[in-house]
């Protein structure tokens, strides 16, 4: 039987001689290939500096680190993520304060915003999901209003670009790349907050393995990266002096030098999981009424981390899901929202119906397979098979 994962990495020769150089080199850590892969890493994106680090978490925490979060703090964030963003704000001792999503980008929701702001606020953690920029200009004028700060978990979404921030409706077409690609009139996720995270876990755009990238535009706050993720070195990296408690994040040079043949092929990435994006939405589209695909705000530019649809309400997603396992489909629930799990109830007493949006796009979504080397005939038997399963709980 054919087998279709949710997702897979997308490696080639180039990528097993770089490694392999690596080892035949014999520097396996702090050589070369972490400098070249942060150069390049900063110039893709846009920003002065990079620091590459061992994963997207460990970014994450180094980031409200840098932006002097801890005990006592609220850090206003997205319910609908990937558990590690919230988990960062617990790293630092500071509280997450939640602020449910938009219906159509799963992004947060910036008219929710403000009634969340406390004295004890500091900053926003902005999440751009599944590869679609958040709507920046609003969160951006919030936060110069009551001066806070923005961080943005870019883990899913590098290379997307924030348009005119327009409101996207079901209707809207999956991929719309900004004019003239990636520097058109787009801003590309990372340039928006003091500092951004970027993560190469296999299942991103992009990977190193385990892996992760932070950017700022600040030398002093680059310089503190450099030395938490190296046990908090000083940055005349006199030997074994400790200036303050720093961790062990640093990226090997495998990793790195797997990033920087990644990197250097990441606009061909990009465009294949548009390509794949755009079958999705096409072989959909008799079915839209019954599946929603996630719509792209007009302006912006997905990068598409998943492939997402949004099943009717009366849908039975475990039976669709077992179901299409039998056929080689594996489709998973993406994501669950973060203040339901039972640590963040327990600790913050947080509850079914608190951030209903969220809570409603969680129990209704399904993620299909998604990866370079899917073909247009595997999308649509995929996209068959899900709409005879879907159908089958719509009758019974
Ligand atoms: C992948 C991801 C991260 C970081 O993941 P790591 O596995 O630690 O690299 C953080 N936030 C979001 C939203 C993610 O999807």
Redesign the pocket.
């Known amino acids: 039987m054919k087998s279709y994962p949710l997702a897979k990495p997308h490696i080639g020769t180039d990528e097993e001689r770089a490694v392999l150089e690596v080892l035949r080199s014999g520097v396996l850590s702090m050589g070369p290939g972490v400098d070249a892969f942060e150069k390049e890493f900063a110039r893709f994106v846009g920003t002065k500096h990079a620091c590459a680090v061992s ?4 970014g ?1 925490h180094l980031a409200l680190i840098g932006a002097g979060i801890g005990p006592g703090d609220e850090v206003v964030t997205s319910p609908f ?2 558990v ?2 919230a988990n960062a704000i617990l790293y630092v001792g500071a509280k997450p304060v939640f602020v449910d999503i938009e219906p159509f980008t799963y992004n947060i929701d910036p008219k929710k915003i403000e009634e969340k702001i406390t004295k004890k606020t500091k900053a926003i953690l902005v ?1 751009h ?1 599944f590869g679609q920029a958040a709507d920046m200009a609003p969160i951006i004028q919030l936060a110069k209003k009551r001066r806070l700060k923005i961080v943005e ?1 870019a ?2 979404s590098i290379g997307a670009m924030y348009g005119q921030g327009a409101k996207p409706s079901p209707e809207d077409s999956v991929a719309r790349p900004a004019k003239g690609g990636f520097r058109g009139k787009g801003r590309m996720v990372g340039t928006f907050g003091e500092s951004a995270v970027f ?3 296999p299942n ?1 755009q992009m990977t190193t393995g ?1 892996g ?1 990238m932070l950017v700022t535009n600040s030398k002093r706050r680059d310089a503190l990266f450099r030395s938490l993720r190296n046990q908090g070195r000083g940055a005349d990296m006199r030997w074994l002096f400790h200036e303050r408690l720093g961790y062990n994040y640093r990226l090997d040079e495998m990793s790195a030098a797997l990033g920087l043949v990644q990197l250097r092929k990441i606009r061909f990435l990009i465009r294949e999981r548009q390509r794949i994006a755009r079958w999705y939405h096409a072989l959909l589209s008799p079915h839209h009424a019954l599946l929603r695909p996630l719509p792209v705000a007009p302006g912006n530019t997905n990068t598409w981390f998943v492939y997402p649809v949004l099943l009717p309400r009366n849908a039975r997603r475990e039976g669709i899901i077992a179901r299409l396992a039998k056929q080689g489909i594996s489709a998973k629930p993406y994501l669950p929202s973060i203040h339901l799990f039972p640590f963040y109830r327990k600790r913050f007493g947080s509850k079914k119906g608190d951030f209903p949006v969220s809570e409603e796009v969680s129990a209704r979504i399904l993620a299909l397979p998604f990866y370079i080397g899917l073909t247009k005939t595997a999308v649509a038997y995929i996209v068959n098979a899900l709409v005879a399963s879907v159908a089958r709980t719509q009758v019974q």
Do not use: P
């Not at 994963?55 to 460990?58: E, L, V």
């Open positions: 994963s997207g978490t460990a994450l993520s990937f590690a963003s999440v999901i978990d883990c899913e993560a190469f876990y991103k385990e992760g």
